[in-house]
Structure formats: structure tokens, C-alpha cells
């Protein structure tokens, strides 16, 4: 406990001095307010790059605007969470910064989970923040199309549990690999790979990249089974990174 | 207090570590020498619980490191070669992260970062990320995060290599005065003159072997032999070989113009050398009798020739 409380602070301190909670945060917070008013913008820009009305054609609606944000948190902010985390663990390895924590008999665990929970706790919050902050300019832009708040945040933790997921995986792959971008660059190769896989209805259900269809469809239905699979592969990977953590040689 | 016993480590087919042995008794200062790679950083690590060893023991007040490993780093301080930090962290954070991780009370953090700091001159600095200290100022923050849980034995490796003279005199003046609180350390250095000056024992490894293990002063009494520096004024050509026919004469060492000769019997060379040096008949510039420090003994030793 004392290990996970030391790293818990340190992981704070760290992610405000290097930036990355407002990396992370400004991503999120600015397709949140700029999706919704460039949409409402589209017709008049291309009207203006075309001379031509095409508004008729060019309908959009609120749940359109809240389906463009979540292909901007798939498609972009997916990369830099993953991105931002990919040094997390194998860094600090790779640099000798655990040799005093070590020498002072810290817990692998702690360490692992400190780090863990503290991002999963951070993105989280952004994301529903990033959510709420997207509902509330979308409602304002454009017509009601009914959908509910509750809806706008089961979408949300559908988004939530897929970056829970790729938090760890890129944790895990840090720690095995010690190099923080190729790390990155193989875990974001494996998320967008697993989109091809969607031919294949038996094994795509229980991808985490289900979630993502799940949180365009604005409901809890199909996301039972890429939950579970979200929880079991999260346990078992934190469990990964807590042997490796014990096993590996740090300096 | 701690015993280490047969030893073995390897990297890969590389067998870093042969099956090394070695006991340091409470409240000693004990000196480990060995020239780059002989295994000394691989021996400090693995009592320091960073590396995994193949085989052998280490015990620590009786107990067993495999099975009470991380109760017993709680009694270990280590400070590395080239100590690392969280930059972004200042140097009371660090502290205070280092406390937490040891399971100390925040009171007692607060407490223990003031002394230690102020022991090691690094109080003024404190509040500044670690980041921004120079060289000397990493290696003694180290030393206090290595103190900080007020370890019974005090592992430091290479303390003093990057610290100018001054720097160097303070630190090791703070290892002596941790012998009178009954605090044990195994200290590493390439600096001879410093386990000369702090060191009651030494080891010498070599090769992944211990090669020597002894008191400082018995080593020096044991191995300590007179040398004659003698230097002329013209080159001697091949005088050396003169001084060979001498039966207490162990070896000669020649350079152009000067000779170093290893005597056995040193009563025997006061009454004979000089006359012996006389018969060649070459001028002498300076003749002084050279006691062999423990750098002479380590060069010695680890060449595997102890007759030069």
C-alpha cells in the first residue's frame, strides 16, 4: 500500500509537470467544443467554396454531431492517450529510475497499479468530461433527435472501457518492450488492425473495438460481451506487468 | 551481519559472478576493489535486491535473502554509480516519495529530510527540481536518499567518482563518522586512496573471484614491500640484469633511466645497495626508499604477479 500511495502522488506530480494531463485533456476538450461548430459551419463553408446551397443535401442532426466526435476520440485522441502513456513503465525501467524504489524494497504491484489506476481515473473523467461538454453544444447547434443524456453517457463509458483497455495494453507492452513509442506505435497497429476483424461476427462481438460501435449506437446492447472481455483481458494483463515488473532487472 | 556465499551470476554464457564469498561484519567499513567489469556493480546490485543471481546465498542477520527479500531491503540503503531521479521532482518530494515507499510517518519524513539534507549540503537546493542539480550535487542527494531509511548496512558504489576534492573529502568523512553510529558499509571505488584512507577490510575481485580478502592493516603487513627508487643521470642500457645474481633482491624495474628495485631482506639492501650502485659507476641523480601503497598491492594482485 505505501508503494501504490508514493506512486499515486508521484504519477500526479508527473503527468502536471510534463504535461500530460493537458495534452491529454486539451485533445479531448477540443474536438468537444470545435466538432459540433464546425459542423454547423460545413454548409456555409462549402457554400462558400463551391457557390452552391447544398445545406438541403448536407442534413445533419444531433446524433450525427455526437457520432463525429466519437470517430474524433477513436480516430485521433485514441492515438495520443496512447501515445502519451507508451513510456510509462518501460522508461522508467530503461533509465534506471526504479533503482532507489527498488533498493527501498517497493511493491511491483504497487507500482502497476498506481500507474494504472491514475491514468484510468484520468482519462475517465476527461472523457466523460469531453462527452458532456459535446452534448451540451450539440443540443444547442442542432435539431433534438431525442437522445437522452443517459444515452450520451453509457456511449461514454462504452469509449471509457475501450481506452481502460488500451491504457493497459500499452502499459504491458511498455513493460515488456522497454521502448516507449515502438510500444505505442504496436499497440495503436493492433487496435486499428482489429477493425478488419469485423467480417468475422463471432470473435468481433467480443473485441473491445465493439465498444466503439456500441457507444455510435447510443445504447447498452452488445456490450456485455466485449466488457467481459475488456475485465478479464485488463486482469490478466495487470498480472502480466506485475510479474514481469518482478522479474525485471532494473539497472 | 552480512554473508554472501558462493555467489554466481551470469549474463547469457557470460559468467559475470564465480561462485564469490564474503562476510562484513556490523559497524565495518568494507572496501570492495576490482578494475571495470569485474562484477563489483553486479555484486552490490544483487544485495540490493535490483538484479536475480543463479545460485549461492545471502544472508543478513542470519535471515535468508531469497525468502525475507523485501523486509530485509528495508534495513539495506544503496546508493548506484550514477544515481537517477524523477527530474520533475524536487529534492524534499523525492525524499517524501522515498519515505512513503520505506513506510514512514509523514513527521518523521519531514524530520529526516532536514537532517540529511543538511548533512550532505544539499538543503539549499531542496525546494529546486533535481533536475536542474550539477553532477556532485546528484551523487550527494544520493547519498541521502540512500541514508534515508536509516539503513543498517549502506551500499555505495562508487560515491565519490564524480565529486571534485573537496566534495570527495566531505563524503568520505561522513562514511567514517557512520562507523561510530554502528552503521556497516560495503563500499566500491576505483579511488585507492579512498579505501586506504576509510576502509578496516577489503576485498579485491578479480575475473568474478575474490582473489583477496583481508584486513586492511594485515594486507598492508602482509604484502607491504620496500621499494628503492633510484634515478641517474644517463641511460643505464641493461643494468637490470646485474641486480638479478642478488639473492634478496625479489625484482627490478627499469625505465630508461631510472630503476625500482623490490628488496626482501631490507637490512641486507641498507648496508649493500648503495655500494652495489657505486661499482657501476654512473652518476645518480635521487635514491629514496618507497613504501608500496594499496594501489602497488591491487596492481599486483589482479596482474597475478605478486613478486612486481
Redesign the interface.
Known amino acids: 500500500m ?2 501504490f ?2 506512486y499515486f ?2 504519477e500526479i ?2 503527468a502536471i ?2 504535461y500530460r494531463y493537458i495534452i491529454i485533456a486539451a485533445v479531448l476538450i477540443f474536438f468537444a467544443i470545435s466538432d459540433p461548430i464546425l459542423l454547423k459551419l460545413l454548409p456555409s463553408i462549402l457554400k462558400s467554396q463551391t457557390q452552391m446551397d447544398i445545406s438541403s443535401f448536407l442534413v445533419i442532426n444531433e446524433k450525427m454531431a455526437l457520432q463525429n466526435y466519437i470517430k474524433d476520440l477513436f480516430q485521433l485522441c485514441n492515438i495520443v492517450i496512447v501515445l502519451v502513456i507508451s513510456g510509462t513503465l518501460g522508461k522508467e525501467i530503461k ?3 526504479l ?9 511491483p504491484a504497487g507500482i502497476v497499479l498506481a500507474k494504472a489506476v491514475h491514468y484510468v481515473i484520468y482519462v475517465g473523467i476527461i472523457t466523460f468530461l469531453g462527452f458532456l461538454i459535446n452534448y451540451y453544444y450539440v443540443t444547442m447547434l442542432f435539431k433534438n433527435d431525442g437522445i437522452t443524456i443517459i444515452q450520451v453517457l453509457i456511449s461514454a463509458a462504452s469509449l471509457i472501457l475501450f481506452f481502460v483497455f488500451n491504457i493497459l495494453l500499452t502499459m504491458a507492452f511498455s513493460c515488456l518492450i522497454k521502448k516507449d513509442i515502438a510500444a505505442g506505435i504496436i499497440v495503436l497497429f493492433l487496435c486499428y488492425f482489429s477493425i478488419t476483424l469485423k467480417s468475422v461476427k463471432g470473435i468481433y462481438d467480443f473485441l473491445p473495438m465493439k465498444l466503439i460501435d456500441t457507444a455510435n449506437s447510443f445504447s447498452s446492447v452488445g456490450m456485455a460481451k466485449p466488457t467481459i472481455t475488456v475485465i478479464v483481458a485488463c486482469i490478466a494483463l495487470i498480472a502480466i506487468m506485475i510479474y514481469q515488473m518482478s ?1 525485471v ?3 | 551481519m552480512l554473508t554472501v556465499n558462493n555467489l554466481v551470476k551470469s549474463y547469457g554464457k557470460l559468467q559475470v559472478l564465480k561462485g564469490i564469498s564474503f562476510q562484513i561484519s556490523r559497524g565495518k567499513i568494507y572496501g570492495f576493489l576490482g578494475e571495470n567489469g569485474a562484477g563489483k556493480t553486479t555484486t552490490m546490485s544483487i544485495i540490493a535486491g535490483l538484479i536475480n543471481y543463479d545460485s549461492g546465498e545471502i544472508s543478513f542477520n542470519g535471515e535468508g535473502f531469497k525468502k525475507n527479500k523485501r523486509e530485509l531491503l528495508r534495513k539495506i540503503g544503496y546508493l548506484p554509480q550514477t544515481p537517477v531521479f524523477y527530474g520533475y521532482l524536487s529534492g524534499y518530494e523525492y525524499l517524501d516519495f522515498i519515505g512513503t515507499i520505506s513506510g514512514m510517518p509523514r513527521e518523521k519524513i519531514k524530520k529526516r529530510s532536514s537532517e540529511l539534507l543538511e548533512l550532505v549540503g544539499v538543503k539549499e537546493a531542496a525546494s529546486r527540481k533535481i533536475g536542474g542539480y550539477s553532477g556532485g550535487m546528484l551523487q550527494r542527494f544520493g547519498l541521502a536518499v540512500a541514508m534515508f531509511n536509516s539503513p543498517e548496512i549502506l551500499i555505495l558504489d562508487e560515491p565519490t567518482s564524480s565529486l571534485d576534492p573537496q566534495g570527495r573529502m566531505e563524503v568520505l568523512e561522513l562514511i567514517a563518522s557512520l562507523r561510530a553510529e554502528g552503521v556497516t558499509v560495503f563500499l566500491s571505488t576505483h579511488i585507492l586512496n579512498d579505501i586506504e584512507r576509510v576502509c578496516d577490510e577489503v576485498s579485491i575481485l578479480h575475473e568474478g573471484k575474490i582473489i583477496l580478502s583481508q584486513r586492511l592493516e594485515d594486507l598492508k603487513k602482509d604484502y607491504i614491500q620496500p621499494i628503492y627508487d633510484i634515478e641517474f643521470e644517463e641511460n643505464l642500457g641493461n643494468l637490470s640484469e646485474a641486480f638479478k645474481k642478488y639473492s634478496w633482491i625479489e625484482a627490478v624495474k627499469q625505465d630508461r633511466n631510472s630503476l625500482s628495485i623490490y628488496v626482501k631482506d631490507v637490512n641486507r639492501a641498507q648496508q649493500e645497495l648503495l655500494n652495489i650502485i657505486a661499482a657501476f659507476n654512473k652518476p645518480v641523480l635521487s635514491f629514496s626508499l618507497r613504501k608500496s601503497n594499496l594501489e602497488d598491492i591491487f596492481i599486483r594482485l589482479v596482474n597475478k604477479n605478486v613478486n612486481i
Not at chain 1, 533503482?99 to 511493491?107: A, E, V
Open positions: 505505501s508503494t500511495k508514493a502522488k508521484k506530480i508527473e509537470r510534463t533509465d534506471g529510475k533503482i532507489f524504489p527498488y533498493s527501498k524494497g517497493s511493491s522479474k532487472e532494473v539497472v
